[in-house]
């Protein structure tokens, strides 16, 4: 893995449907500046920026990033971009993790966002392949058939995306950044809302948010200095697989197995389900906790909805899962991604105020994008690797 690497600084906006008092770049200075306060830096301090961005069509504005330099304080240094639709904001914390680790630089500032309300993501996502018309509407017309394939392979009850929503929206009401905080949340209300893409429903699924997030990545001797606690990178892995190819199993990815797998090795884990205290795992639409329970390892094939059920991940359960309120509470999506890095990061620092897990040392972040083909990881631990 290298030099050590840490997370000393951690920036959010407020998300919500229209942030029209911000332009894009108003919005992502915003939450930098958060980063910075947190880390105890200055602009002038930050070595590179890493800013991560889901597809240009979901804005309609053509590489963004040029015109951010500016407002990030990246005149003069090095700006990469990274893009991995959906996934996005975990690549670019691994790719901003991957400098400190290298030697090439002692902190970097992170930088995703979205800016879904000046656009129209789901018909961005609505495909037209030539000479034959679209059969899918949005990311949630995607991945639907492969809920329904999971709920016929497992035989998992109807109800378990309900137990999913209402979760994490309850946790939500605890984060003051997260966009849906609808008091009095409750199965009935999920049940009662419109089926959007059977079997989900309008509770069962993301918002779309207007939103940054941001992070300073450090090396060992400047996290050392930083005045508020580091969460210590202990792993990182990034995997891809084609979207489509015989045999594949869009159910339950092997590319996210492979991820897992790796992220694992490195932080020492051998059973995440005991060894981890905690996980922001990227759950668009609530039939994804279950599957993706399975998919990283935290239970048998077939098991995943039982786990659920059972209160496993909910905030007083043992392995609490999105204790944030996760994507289904706020979706910005070129920042969703960076958004479950940095919630991992700071439940591990004992910074996550009213949805703190208590006493958690370790945690996962996760993202996933594209047709359920890009994956990224990291492990984060309050103690130094």
């Given at each position: 893995?290298?030099n050590?690497c840490a997370v000393?600084g951690?920036?959010?906006?407020?998300y919500?449907?229209?942030?029209t008092?911000?332009?894009i770049?108003?919005l992502v200075?915003?939450?930098?500046?958060?980063?910075l306060?947190d880390?105890g830096?200055t602009?002038?301090?930050i070595?590179?920026?890493?800013i991560?961005?889901?597809?240009?069509?979901?804005e309609?504005?053509?590489?963004?990033?040029a015109?951010?330099?500016?407002?990030?304080?990246?005149r003069?240094?090095p700006?990469?971009r990274?893009h991995?639709?959906g996934?996005?904001?975990?690549?670019?914390a691994?790719v901003a993790?991957?400098l400190?680790?290298?030697?090439?630089?002692d902190?970097?500032l992170?930088?995703?966002?979205?800016?879904?309300?000046?656009?129209n993501a789901?018909?961005a996502?609505?495909?037209?392949?030539?000479?034959s018309p679209?059969?899918v509407v949005?990311a949630?017309?995607y991945?639907?058939p492969?809920?329904?394939?999971?709920?016929r392979?497992?035989?998992?009850?109807?109800?378990?995306g309900?137990?999913?929503a209402?979760?994490?929206?309850q946790?939500?009401?605890k984060?003051?950044?997260a966009h849906?905080?609808i008091p009095?949340i409750?199965?009935?209300?999920?049940?009662?809302?419109?089926?959007?893409?059977?079997?989900?429903r309008?509770?069962?699924?993301?918002?779309?948010?207007?939103?940054?997030?941001?992070?300073?990545?450090?090396?060992?001797d400047?996290a050392?200095?930083?005045?508020?606690?580091?969460a210590?990178?202990?792993g990182?892995?990034?995997?891809s697989e084609?979207i489509f190819?015989?045999g594949?199993d869009?159910?339950s990815?092997?590319a996210?197995?492979?991820c897992?797998?790796?992220?694992?090795?490195?932080a020492?884990?051998?059973?995440?389900?005991r060894?981890?205290?905690?996980?922001?795992?990227?759950?668009?639409?609530s039939?994804?906790?279950?599957?993706w329970?399975?998919?990283l390892g935290?239970?048998?094939?077939?098991?995943g909805?039982?786990l659920?059920?059972s209160?496993?991940?909910?905030?007083?359960g043992?392995?609490?899962?999105?204790?944030?309120?996760g994507?289904?509470?706020?979706?910005?999506?070129?920042?969703?991604g960076?958004?479950?890095f940095?919630?991992?990061?700071?439940?591990?620092?004992?910074?996550a105020g009213?949805?703190?897990?208590?006493?958690a040392?370790k945690a996962?972040?996760?993202a996933?994008g594209g047709g359920?083909?890009f994956?990224?990881?990291?492990v984060?631990?309050s103690?130094?690797p």
């Open positions: 893995m290298g050590a000393i951690v920036g959010q906006t407020k919500r449907t229209k942030r008092d911000v332009s770049a108003g200075r915003e939450a930098a500046l958060r980063a306060e880390a830096l602009w002038k301090d070595d590179a920026v890493v991560g961005k889901a597809p240009d069509l979901f309609g504005v053509m590489m963004p990033e015109y951010l330099a500016d407002a990030l304080g990246a003069g240094k700006m990469i990274v991995t639709a996934s996005v904001g975990g690549s670019t691994l993790a991957s400190v680790q290298a030697g090439v630089h902190r970097v992170v930088v995703a966002w979205e800016k879904q309300s000046e656009s789901t018909w996502l609505s495909t037209h392949p030539p000479l679209t059969i949005g949630g017309g991945f639907a492969h809920i329904r394939a999971y709920m392979r497992t035989g998992a009850p109807d109800h378990i309900t137990l999913v209402v979760k994490d929206r946790n939500a009401l984060n003051p950044y849906l905080r009095g409750s199965r009935e209300m999920v049940e009662s809302t419109p089926m959007l893409w059977e079997p989900i309008y509770l069962e699924t993301c918002p779309s948010s207007d939103g940054a997030a941001a992070m300073v990545l450090a090396s060992e400047a050392r200095r930083a005045p508020n606690p580091p210590w990178v202990h990182t892995a990034m995997r084609p190819f015989a594949r869009t159910v990815p092997q996210g197995k492979d897992a797998a790796d992220v694992y090795r490195q020492g884990i051998t059973d995440p389900r060894e981890l205290d905690c996980a922001e795992v990227y759950v668009p639409f039939w994804y906790e279950p599957m329970l399975e998919n935290f239970c048998g094939d077939g098991e909805w039982k659920t059920e209160g496993a991940t909910a905030l007083d043992d392995i609490p899962w999105n204790a944030s309120g994507v289904l509470s706020s979706n910005p999506i070129g920042a969703s960076l958004i479950r940095a919630e991992a990061a700071l439940q591990v620092r004992g910074l009213e949805h703190q897990v208590e006493g040392r996962l972040g996760h996933y359920a083909q994956y990224a990881m990291w984060v631990g103690d130094r």
